[in-house]
């Protein structure tokens, strides 16, 4: 089962921000490496902290399968600030010491805005597109309808265009988080049913 509610080793997120750019880590870590793994992890995401530019990480853990695996998505302000994180003397340091925690290769991608939550995972194919859409309405429908109603008698005689922006701004950050991850944690075996079946 994939576990985002009680995240390990480390979940962190700023609703703030929208924008910048999210490098998506998928490691499959071997069982016997778990508490070593998740150590290391907890070290790296302090360090991913002092980094400028940072905004916040989230891990996803999936323990369904013989190999643990974990999906981390770190989050920042611009490609050049993941840039620089990346070609820091921490970061390679870290990455030395990863191949003894790891089955397998380690999968990079960087996703912008929203679309690292429908990232797929490591060796699954992406969801059909009329999926990632139909996921997006199931999260963002309720959420407007909700912020519609509780906002209503704030913005009566407002503009129509800022009463309809009075509800897309709260809509937009909850979508971001937590609506989409624990979207695609629910439906990760409709969204990805070729893993699900491995």
Request: proline residues 10%; charged residues 15%; hydrophobic residues 45%.
């Amino acid at each position: 089962m994939l576990d985002a509610s009680s995240p390990s080793p480390t979940d962190s997120a700023s609703p703030r921000r929208l924008d910048g750019v999210t490098l998506v880590v998928t490691e499959r870590v071997r069982p016997s490496q778990v508490t070593a793994y998740e150590a290391w992890a907890r070290e790296l995401h302090a360090l991913q902290r002092l980094q400028p530019g940072f905004i916040g990480l989230h891990v996803l853990r999936d323990t369904s399968g013989p190999v643990p695996e974990y999906v981390t998505l770190v989050r920042f302000a611009s490609p050049d600030a993941l840039a620089a994180w990346r070609a820091s003397a921490e970061y390679a340091r870290a990455l030395e010491q990863l191949p003894q925690f790891t089955a397998g290769e380690v999968d990079y991608r960087e996703s912008v805005g929203l679309e690292a939550w429908f990232d797929r995972p490591a060796r699954a194919p992406a969801p059909a597109l009329w999926k990632n859409v139909l996921v997006g309405i199931v999260g963002v429908y309720p959420l407007i309808l909700l912020f519609t109603l509780l906002l209503g008698p704030f913005t009566k005689g407002w503009p129509w265009w800022a009463a309809i922006l009075s509800t897309v701004v709260p809509s937009t950050i909850f979508l971001n988080w937590p609506v989409l991850p624990l979207l695609s944690r629910m439906l990760r075996r409709w969204l990805y049913p070729a893993q699900a079946q491995g």
